[in-house]
């Protein structure tokens, strides 16, 4: 027979679907042809397959060689299906068995000499392959990352020749094993390494607890880059399938995904002059951006004003539904994006403004401009907003200050907290809608007399009241309470320091 199907994988997005391989061999004029949406990388595949055919010394067939690659809609890029065009073309030509291909997904690209080497996005290929049941051989350096989803059934080879041997029955290849450590790798930065700042600290510990925004804002030197970092420290372990989403998302990013950063709390601190794709995700294939990279966790923009209008803008959407849809004219691509926002700012252009200590050199229309950076609705979409006031000299020369609470201490706190949410409503207090605020966050008298003279005080939206409510319902979980009282909302409301300035000026 001088047809042969193989089955492979391509990428969009954070999937992988399914692409079948039929290799067709005809009489005719001798030649390969590639169809099938295929991009340039995939029809150079011919040239590196023919030669890493007669290279370990197979018969490359001298007849006219048809490949399909279905779906035809489905765009293919990359040199993913070398692997899988040699073994069609071996099949079709009876120098490998037919019956067993059915049973294998292949997916890897191939030197000129037969070796395979490795590609980039083989996570998602391989949770495609749990689902289809069957199983599935990759290049020998990107077993280490398949090895991560252990229910599957991965196989990995150095070599074409192997992959043959296994499928004549000759000599089986090894199933891939997870050798690294999957256990969470602790943070090296501290929560005790910050002196003083116990308002800020306090601050970062409800939204860990929550999973709540901040914007951090201050003076320079004052340790708000020194807090945002330290977030990852204290908060709760992933589980493994969050971690498992996480090394998806890496694996089809251009970096690649790093098995040494397995379990680990995503920490992304992009530069103020990047981009919004660099964000937000785009480019041709779709990769993600900086915000999915966070999935699961923390985006730490400092010096906020500095970033173009626009780059912010296009968080807005992103922080109400978690994910980021990057839609162009010939495809549509969405990725996750469930990341903790964190921020830091100054208060004016030369940072002074306020400070009893420095003069500030700013006149009001620059300060008022510098604010103006930031839009009244990305405000409104971050739950805090904290003052971190500069230390005294005096702490700071103190030969043995006191010592602060380190990162697993206010971690305990914080996954207990974590946990009445979950048990309470099955996700975070920041996730919570306002059906359901009504529900978990009913608050007692005094409380709900104070949040609506603060409503009309300082003019507050909707969209601000139901987010100190959840501030407020997380408060009380740190505190083990049933109800939300006025300590919990009278305390949300400290944290909302731009907002109360902006009305009572």
């Known amino acids: 027979m001088s047809l042969a199907i193989v089955y492979s ?4 997005g954070i999937t992988a679907p399914l692409v079948t391989v039929e290799t067709h061999l005809s009489n005719g004029m001798a030649g390969l042809n590639i169809v099938g949406l295929a991009e340039t990388a995939v029809k150079e595949s011919k040239d590196r397959v023919r030669s890493a055919l007669l290279n370990s010394q197979f018969e490359f067939p001298i007849r006219r060689i048809t490949i399909n690659l279905a779906p035809a809609d489905l765009p293919k890029e990359g040199g993913r299906f070398d692997l899988p065009i040699a073994l069609g073309i071996l099949a079709a030509s009876q120098q490998i068995p037919q019956q067993v291909l059915a049973e294998y997904e292949f997916i890897g690209e191939l030197a000129l000499s037969g070796e395979l080497r490795p590609i980039h996005g083989v996570l998602p290929v391989v949770l495609g392959v ?16 398949a090895a991560l989803v252990q229910k599957a059934h991965v196989l990995s080879a150095s070599h074409l020749l192997e992959v043959c041997a296994h499928l004549k029955g000759i000599k089986s290849l090894s199933r891939c094993t997870a050798a690294i450590d999957t256990q969470l790798v602790a943070p090296v930065a501290d929560l005790a390494d910050v002196k003083g700042q116990p308002h800020a600290r306090r601050a970062l510990e409800i939204a860990a607890a929550g999973r709540h925004s901040v914007l951090f804002m201050g003076p320079p030197g004052t340790g708000k880059t020194m807090l945002a970092s330290r977030l990852p420290s204290i908060l709760p372990a992933l589980s493994e399938q969050e971690a498992l989403e996480v090394a998806a998302l890496a694996s089809i990013s251009s970096n690649g995904f790093d098995a040494t950063t397995w379990g680990q709390v995503p920490f992304r601190s992009p530069h103020h002059s990047s981009s919004s794709v660099a964000l937000v995700g785009g480019g041709r294939p779709p990769r993600p951006g900086e915000i999915s990279l966070s999935h699961h966790g923390v985006l730490f923009l400092d010096e906020l004003p500095e970033y173009s209008r626009h780059v912010l803008e296009s968080l807005r959407e992103p922080l109400e539904s978690g994910c980021i849809t990057i839609s162009r004219a ?11 926002f964190i921020s830091a700012m100054n208060p004016c252009p030369c940072g002074y403004a306020g400070s009893q200590l420095d003069e500030c050199r700013c006149n009001p229309e620059q300060i008022k401009r510098y604010l103006g950076k930031i839009s009244g609705p990305l405000l409104d979409r971050i739950d805090m907003q904290v003052e971190v006031a500069r230390l005294p000299t005096a702490l700071l020369l103190q030969a043995e200050p006191n010592k602060a609470e380190s990162s697993d201490m206010v971690r305990k706190r914080v996954e207990l907290a974590r946990q009445r949410q979950l048990e309470r409503q099955g996700k975070c207090n920041s996730l919570l809608t306002g059906l359901e605020l009504g529900k978990v966050a009913e608050l007692e008298a005094d409380a709900q007399q104070l949040l609506d003279h603060a409503m009309s005080k300082f003019n507050l939206s909707a969209r601000v009241y139901h987010r100190l409510l959840r501030l407020a319902r997380t408060i009380a979980d740190l505190a083990n309470a049933d109800r939300v009282n006025s300590h919990h ?15 009572v000026n």
């Open 9 to 12: 994988r391509a990428t969009a």
């Open 130 to 145: 749990l689902q289809s049941g069957r199983r599935l051989i990759v290049p020998q350096m990107n077993a280490p990352e």
């Open 330 to 340: 010939a495809y549509q691509s969405v990725f996750p994006a469930k990341f903790q």
């Open 489 to 503: 909302l009278s305390e949300s409301l400290g944290y909302r320091c731009l907002d109360r300035s902006k009305n």
